[in-house]
Every structure is written in C-alpha cells, then in structure tokens.
C-alpha cells in the first residue's frame, strides 16, 4: 500500500514518501521513515518489507560513507545507484531484498538525476518514477503533465496533482507525503502533505473522530 514519487526538474529532483507503516491491512504508524539521505547532495527512498527497508537502506548509507573516508571523495549520484543495483542484485538469489526504491541526487557538476530500482534489481534512470499501488494513478497524470525543464513551483504543483489522484482514486487512504527536494545547495525538507481524510499529526484528533475525543 506505500507510495513514493520522484520528479527531476531543471536543476533539482523532488523525492515524496508516503508516512504509513503497515502490515497486511493493518496501520501500524502514521510516522515511519522512510527516505534516507545517503550524502549531502544525494536521497534514497525505499519502500517494502519494513525490516529488508531498515537493513537494506542503512547498509547502502554506510558503505558510501566508508568509501568516502578511505578514497576521500563521495560517490556520485549514478556511482551510488549502479552500487546499490549491485547489492540487489547480489542477494537476489540467496537472501533477496524485498524492497523497491528511487535514489534520487545532484552531481558535483550540479546535475540532477533520477534512478528507478526494483526488488528484482532493475534499474532505468528517468524523468519521472513511482512505486507501489498509488504508481497505477500517479504516472498516467505525470505522462499528461510532466515537462522537461520544471521550476521546483511546477514539481511541487505536480506532486499535488499525483497525491490529489491517489486520495481519491485509490481504496487506501495514506495519511501523509514528506518530501525533500534535492540541489545543488543540499537537501531541502519541505513541509509534509497530509493526506484527505486522515489524521495528520498538526490536525487535533477532535476535527477528524469528533465522537472519539468526546469519549
């Protein structure tokens, strides 16, 4: 049922994360982490088994950080995603991975790029990516309104369009995006996108459950 979206823009690339663990058809928090940032330039969001996720992620983000110290430089953007295509790769026929994910990162030459990879260890760098159920909605409005080139406004209007989409095509409300826009200046947090209908954690229970907070 999880989500993630990525767009590259003219200089940029826009990662989005939905904030639901769950197991089978049970939410078990509303909070859960699931893009991590790999170097100041560079961000991977992963999504699958909740325990392949955390191994899998943390394994990728200390590997470049021990690169980096022992050759004193850091990996770029396409270095780190033919790395972690590797690691998939390699475990795929003895303990496989069950995680999907995009890497997202800006070069030292302030080029921005976008990698799409599978549990299977496939890899295609795009202009655009979505995994999970919500990708059946979000790249059929991306194919329509996605243009080459995007200011960070455009990126941003179309991730509204995309969550707009899933919020109300898709069985599965997911209760809030956080998302993190990537430059050449580092890695922007910019505020979360609470989902339509759900508990977001600035909303007070009363204005979604009013019966619940009156018991």
């Known amino acids: 049922m999880e989500c993630l979206i990525g767009i590259k823009g003219k200089d940029f690339v826009l ?3 939905d904030n639901m663990a769950a197991h089978s058809i049970i939410a078990i928090k509303h909070d ?3 893009q991590f940032e790999l170097s100041d330039k560079m961000v991977m969001a992963v999504s699958g088994d909740a325990g392949d996720m955390t191994n899998y992620a943390e394994y990728i983000q200390k590997n470049l950080k021990l690169y980096e110290m022992v050759q004193g430089y850091k990996l770029s953007p396409n270095a ?3 790395f972690s295509r590797k690691v998939l ?3 795929l026929r ?5 995680v999907n994910l995009l890497l997202a990162g800006v070069d030292e030459n302030g080029e921005p790029s976008l990698y799409f990879m599978d549990y299977l260890a496939s890899m295609a ?4 990516a979505a995994h999970g159920y919500g990708s059946f909605f979000i790249l059929s409005t991306m194919d329509r309104y996605y243009k080459e080139n995007m200011t960070k406004e455009e990126a941003l209007e ?3 369009k995309c969550i707009k989409e899933v919020q109300s095509r898709f069985i599965v409300n997911l209760n809030a995006f956080s998302v993190k826009i990537i430059d050449a200046n580092g890695i922007t947090q910019h505020p979360e996108i609470p989902g339509r209908g759900t508990v977001h954690k600035d909303v007070p ?8 907070a009156r018991a």
């Open 89 to 91: 790769a390699k475990a």
């Open 32 to 34: 859960a982490q699931k």
């Open 15 to 17: 990662v989005a994360s």
């Open 158 to 160: 179309l991730l509204q």
């Open 205 to 212: 229970v009363e204005a979604i459950h009013p019966l619940v």
């Open 80 to 82: 780190a995603a033919n």
């Open 125 to 128: 760098k795009e202009n655009y």
């Open 94 to 98: 003895s303990n496989p991975y069950m």
